[in-house]
Structure formats: structure tokens, C-alpha cells
């Protein structure tokens, strides 16, 4: 069985362009999640969708953003990319609306590169 | 609010010998915790998670953890270290306000040396 897919997996971009990575959960999860992995460090919480809404939002500004789709197919946009956006960013998915006993499980990420 | 702290961001050990990663969470609650592995270019896996039931809990490649509210830890633990074992190792808590959202520690780097 697929796991969760991300594409792309690496990227480069400019400061002030915009990105969309895109997810495709396992099959029969309805729950996507995004984290961003800032280099050395532990991932961050963006966004959770659940059923195609917005369950929850990290503290992060609003150029970043975020929707799943009726295949619960999720894609994660960055407007007006800065330096500090360069990191890797995981997908999640999980069966339930993410109740605190359910688990992740995670993408191999998009590693964006901003210059 | 919920924080996960992991003490010491790089452990050393020689093949064979104990690990032991430590986690001490914050919660004002009963938590669910988790202990996730991340390997070189590739996403986490998760390698074992409590969530209530036995305070001893067993997960996969060996690695086992014991919940201990008295001391607010959740430490990682495997009776021998094997090479395949060197990877970072991230303890994680579930936001009891937002169902699905995983508050991270910073991050155990593992080393093992032949």
C-alpha cells in the first residue's frame, strides 16, 4: 500500500516568489496535516484538515495557507517567500479527525529552498 | 500550555550498549505522548506512543518507554545500541486542544560507534 506522497521533493525558489506542495494521504485517511522542519530543529504545526475543513492552525503568518480537496488530497501554499521559509515541510495523515490517540504518519517531506 | 523538552540534542553510544534518550513533557492534563525516529532525508516514522494504558510501553526495532508522571518523563529506551539505530530522535505530545496537532522536542541526535 502508498504511503503519504509528496511532491515535489526538493525545490528552489527566490525571496518574494510562491510555492504549492501538494500531498496525497494513505488511502482511507481523511486527515492531512502540515509541519515545517526548520533545519536542527523539531516540526512545527502549520494546518490540519479534516473532511476537507480546517481543524487547526499553527502559529504561522498569513502567507501561508492551505486546502484539501474531495480526494482529501491536500496542497500547502507560501506566498512572498522569505529566507526563513527554507526548511522541510511534512504531510501527515491520519484516519480519524485526529483525536490525541491517533497516530501520524508522515511524508518524506518537500525540502524548499529559498535563495 | 503543552511542551515537550528533550535533554541533550546529541547522544554517543558504542554498538551494543544501552541507549537512553531522555523527554519531559508539560501538561496540564493526561497526556499522549510519542516518540518519533527520523532517518536522513526522510520523514518520521513513528517507533512507539502512549496513550493511557500501560505505563511501559513497547515499540518497534526494540526501543521501549516508560511513562512516569511523578517525574513528568517519557524517556526512550533500547538494552542494545545497533548501528542501524543512528538517526534523530524526535518525543512529541498531542495538543489536548487541537485534536491532531503533535507539539515536537527539538530533537535527540543519536550516534552509534562501532
Known amino acids: 500500500d502508498a504511503g503519504v506522497t509528496q511532491s515535489p521533493t526538493h525545490l528552489i525558489k527566490t525571496r518574494g516568489q510562491q510555492v504549492t506542495l501538494r500531498c496525497s494521504p494513505i488511502?482511507?485517511?481523511?486527515?492531512v496535516s502540515w509541519y515545517q522542519q526548520v533545519l536542527g530543529q523539531g516540526p512545527q504545526f502549520i494546518f490540519q484538515?479534516?473532511?476537507?475543513?480546517?481543524?487547526g492552525r499553527g502559529n504561522f503568518p498569513d502567507r501561508f495557507s492551505a486546502r484539501q480537496f474531495p480526494n482529501y488530497s491536500s496542497e500547502l501554499n507560501v506566498n512572498a517567500l522569505l529566507l526563513g521559509d527554507s526548511a522541510l515541510y511534512l504531510c501527515?495523515?491520519?484516519?480519524?479527525?485526529?483525536?490525541?490517540?491517533?497516530?501520524?504518519?508522515f511524508g518524506e517531506g518537500s525540502r524548499l529552498t529559498v535563495l | 500550555a503543552q511542551s515537550v523538552t528533550q535533554l541533550g540534542s546529541h547522544v554517543s553510544v558504542s554498538e551494543g550498549a544501552l541507549v537512553l534518550l531522555r523527554c519531559n513533557y508539560s501538561?496540564?492534563?493526561?497526556?499522549?505522548l510519542f516518540w518519533y525516529v527520523q532517518y536522513p532525508n526522510q520523514g518520521l516514522q513513528l517507533l512507539l506512543k502512549?496513550?493511557?494504558?500501560?505505563?511501559l510501553v513497547k515499540g518497534i526495532n526494540g526501543f521501549e518507554a516508560e511513562f512516569k508522571k511523578s517525574e513528568t518523563s517519557f524517556h526512550l529506551t533500547k538494552p542494545s545500541a545497533h548501528m542501524s539505530d543512528a538517526a534523530e530522535y524526535f518525543c512529541?505530545?498531542?495538543?489536548?486542544?487541537?485534536?491532531?496537532?503533535?507539539?515536537f522536542g527539538q530533537g535527540t541526535e543519536l550516534s552509534v560507534k562501532p
Open positions: 484538515y479534516y473532511e476537507k475543513e480546517e481543524r
Open positions: 501527515a495523515s491520519s484516519a480519524d479527525s485526529g483525536r490525541r490517540s491517533g497516530e501520524l504518519f
Open positions: 488511502s482511507g485517511h481523511k486527515s
Open positions: 502512549y496513550t493511557s494504558a500501560a505505563t
Open positions: 501538561s496540564s492534563v493526561p497526556p499522549y
Open positions: 512529541a505530545v498531542s495538543d489536548h486542544n487541537q485534536g491532531g496537532k503533535l507539539i
